[in-house]
C-alpha cells in the first residue's frame, strides 16, 4: 500500500545457497546489474502474546512475569530466524524488519525494558509494528524519489552538455559557411570587375548601336531571358 509493485516483491529467495522464501523484499539501489534485498517478514508469537494478557487480566505478578520470558523468548526466536534464513549481506541490507502486525503487541515489546536494543543489536533486526512500518517505507519511497529526481537531473544535465557541444559545432559550421560566402562574392566581385573593364576597352573604339537596332540584331525576348535564370 505504500511502495509501487517495482519497489518490492513477494517470496523472494534472499539468501544464496537456501531455499527460503522472506515474505517481502525492498529493492534497494545496489551495483550496476544486482538488486540489493531488504527483508521483511510477519511474525505473531500469538500463543505467548496470549498468555501474558491472560496473566494482565489476573493480575498475578508472578505468572505476569513468567508469561513475559516466555514471549520475550519467542520474539528472540522471531528474530534469530529471520537472521539465519533471510540477511546475507551485500544481496541484502546487514538488517531485515521483523513485522508484528498489531499495534498492542508491538507496544508490548517496546514495554519490555532492552528487548527492542537486544533484537536490533543481537540479531541485527528491527522490530517494526502497523504505525511504524508504514513510516519506514514512506521515508525509503521518499529516497527513491530522491534518486530519481538525482538521475534525471544527471540525464538532463547531459542534454544540456550535448546541446552546447551541438552549439559550438553549428556556430563554428555558420562561421566556416559565411566565410564561403564572402569569399565567393569577392571573387565573383573581381572576376566581374576586371572582365568587364577589360571588355569595355577592346570595345573602346566600337560604335555603340541605338537599343532598337541592337535590338533587331540581337534579339532578346522575356521568355528567353527566363529560361536563361533557370538554367
Excluded at 517495482?6 to 545457497?17: D, F, I, L, P, R
Excluded at 515474505?23 to 500469538?46: C, H, M, N
Excluded at 517496546?110 to 511504524?132: D, H, M, Q, W
Aim: hydrophobic share 40%; charged share 25%; glycine share 6%.
Amino acid at each position: 500500500q505504500t511502495l509501487t509493485p517495482e519497489q518490492y516483491a513477494k517470496n523472494v529467495k534472499t539468501k544464496e545457497g537456501s531455499n527460503a522464501l522472506v515474505e517481502f523484499a525492498v529493492k534497494l539501489p545496489g551495483t550496476a546489474d544486482k538488486i540489493l534485498w531488504l527483508p521483511i517478514d510477519s511474525k505473531f508469537p500469538k500463543e505467548d502474546f496470549e498468555l501474558l494478557l491472560q496473566a494482565y487480566d489476573v493480575a498475578d505478578a508472578t505468572l505476569i512475569e513468567e508469561s513475559r520470558k516466555a514471549f520475550i523468548r519467542g520474539i528472540k526466536k522471531c528474530a534469530t530466524d529471520i537472521c539465519n534464513k533471510y540477511i546475507d549481506a551485500p544481496n541484502t541490507t546487514d538488517f531485515a524488519i521483523l513485522f508484528l502486525p498489531f499495534e498492542s503487541l508491538y507496544a508490548e515489546v517496546l514495554r519490555t525494558p532492552g528487548l527492542f536494543e537486544s533484537i536490533r543489536r543481537e540479531y541485527n533486526v528491527v522490530i517494526n509494528g502497523p504505525t511504524t512500518l508504514a513510516a519506514f517505507l514512506s521515508s525509503l519511497q521518499m529516497g527513491f524519489r530522491t534518486l530519481a529526481i538525482e538521475k534525471r537531473s544527471g540525464e538532463v544535465w547531459q542534454l544540456l552538455s550535448a546541446v552546447k557541444t551541438e552549439f559550438g559545432n553549428f556556430a563554428g559550421m555558420l562561421d566556416k559557411a559565411q566565410k564561403n560566402i564572402q569569399t565567393g562574392l569577392d571573387q565573383l566581385e573581381h572576376v566581374a570587375g576586371v572582365r568587364t573593364r577589360a571588355i569595355q576597352k577592346k570595345l573602346k573604339g566600337v560604335d555603340s548601336l541605338t537599343i532598337e537596332e541592337a535590338g533587331r540584331i540581337l534579339p532578346i525576348t522575356i521568355d528567353d531571358i527566363n529560361d536563361e535564370t533557370d538554367v
